[in-house]
């Protein structure tokens, strides 16, 4: 090998794409088109606007002790500030966790005429049956209240009053009542939540229970002074703002990938052209078996910078027609790179078996729909498990290792999918880029040796 070679290699490659007729229209007006084939049929077709979401619910939340339920109910300390102004009637016998839990079943869209139920809650003793449900997407979504929920809304509240006046709640009424039992301080609890990271419903329902678990935390201190504000009643009707997006929108992280993945089509077509048969260029250059890593360094600084500049404008294409993203465009783009291996792969492993351009053209113009259909780009595709619940998520709970994900771009659209539409930074979508990484790879590898074995060395 030489670099005499390479860059002969690469300047012929380069020639035929600039002189070749269907360079532009193929690298530039197909994304536009096919793109804008999307927005004109689906741009209109909202999802989620007013969508009831499968809520799982599984309450370990021990309640409140006897001494401290007595202690709200003393209408000598309280006089007219009863705890029920703010909270269920029943709370202090039922706990907050059931309060908590019946303000979720009860929460209804608020800007939307006999709007539903945001969410339609079951409750679960067992974890695992719950998760059952996930898996059979017969959930959307589950949440696990500890048993510590209602000594941490108490302890919420005993925090407000040192932060705002100085001292404990109960330590300002025991200067006048002895007997005042203490409130739990510094006490914290977590509210676990589980569910598919890649699952549209999931998403969307995580952020409005976040919402909801940022207003109750309001709602736990309320019980401040007399005529304290409160945020969240029973059975009020709460504005809450839901991701909304059109199946075009919902499409775009696919149309990327695939318009990446159909690129190498037309780069083989001219690879090609070097193996033609009776094609005096190979016999006059007379190319040694080492000379394959001459055309394949030098068919990579073409095709290199042939998929880069595919990407962009497969972006501009998505932003000029309307994609509105979520994410950072910036990782997201170089989310897009880590499919390059793969499209090399698709080009060598084409060009090892096949000399005419025609018949590489329609193999991976035929190829590349197919590969992206079985990646779940545009529709999803039916569950063939390997392994359960092995792959890492961005919700942190583990997701089944299907036949499809043995696919690199499989990965790629599920972390283009998490950045664009979710709003997921690197850390929570690195499995998926790595994957992409660890199985394009041997792809490429693989087809760079059977590309030197039969255009080389059993040629030579």
């Known amino acids: 090998m030489s670099l005499r070679q390479v860059l ?37 077709s909202p999802v989620g606007e007013s969508q009831t979401f499968l809520l799982g619910v599984i309450n370990h939340d021990a309640g409140i002790t006897d001494d401290i339920k007595s202690f709200f109910q ?27 839990i019946d303000i979720l079943a009860n929460l209804t869209y608020s800007n939307i005429t ?14 695992s049956e719950a998760e059952n449900e996930l898996f059979k997407r017969d959930l959307d979504i589950l949440i696990i209240l500890g048993s510590q929920f209602s000594n941490t809304s108490l302890s919420i509240l005993n925090t407000y009053w040192r932060n705002t006046y100085g001292v404990y709640f109960h330590e300002m009424i ?3 009542f002895p007997s005042t039992p203490d409130l739990p301080a510094n006490t914290n609890d977590t509210i676990r939540i589980k569910g598919d990271a890649s699952y549209l419903n999931f998403k969307m329902a995580k952020s409005l229970i976040t919402i909801v678990i940022n207003e109750y935390q309001d709602l736990t201190t309320a019980f401040k002074e007399q005529g304290g504000s409160i945020s969240l009643r029973m059975n009020e009707e709460y504005q809450v703002n839901i991701p909304k997006y059109s199946l075009f929108e ?40 080492s000379s394959a890593s001459s055309y394949i360094l030098g068919s990579i600084l073409i095709q290199v910078p042939v998929m880069i500049g595919q990407t962009l404008i497969l972006f501009l294409c998505s932003l000029i027609l309307g994609f509105n993203p979520q994410g950072d465009l910036l990782l997201a783009f170089f989310i897009s790179l880590s499919i390059f291996p793969f499209c090399l792969f698709l080009v060598f492993i084409s060009t090892a078996f096949l000399s005419n351009e025609d018949v590489v053209g329609n193999v991976l113009g035929f190829g590349a729909p197919f590969l992206a259909f079985m990646s779940g780009a545009f529709i999803e595709v039916p ?8 792959f890492p998520t961005a919700s942190g709970y583990p997701r089944d290792f299907q036949l499809w994900d043995l696919l690199p771009i499989t ?16 850390y929570p979508v690195m499995p998926d880029i790595l994957m992409s990484l660890f199985l394009s790879i041997p792809f490429f590898i693989f087809s760079v040796i059977l590309f030197d074995y039969l255009r080389f060395k059993r040629r030579g």
């Open 8 to 44: 002969g290699v690469a300047q012929r490659m380069g020639i035929q794409l600039v002189r070749s007729k269907w360079t532009v229209p193929y690298l530039i007006l197909f994304p536009l088109f096919f793109i804008g084939l999307y927005w004109i049929g689906f741009s209109t």
């Open 74 to 100: 003393n209408e000598t300390i309280f006089e007219n500030s009863s705890f029920t102004q703010y909270h269920d009637s029943d709370v202090l016998d039922k706990g907050f966790g059931n309060e908590f």
């Open 250 to 289: 919902l499409s775009i992280p696919g149309l990327i990938v695939f318009g990446i993945v159909v690129q190498p089509s037309l780069t083989s077509m001219f690879f090609c052209m070097e193996f033609r048969p009776k094609k005096t260029t190979f016999d006059r250059i007379r190319l040694a078996p």
């Open 383 to 390: 569950k063939v498990i390997l392994i359960p619940q092995i």
């Open 114 to 127: 006999d709007a539903p139920h945001i969410f339609n809650v079951t409750q679960f003793e067992e974890e």
């Open 174 to 176: 025991q200067v006048y």
């Open 411 to 426: 990965h790629t659209v599920n972390a283009l999918r998490q950045v664009l539409l979710y709003d997921f930074d690197f």
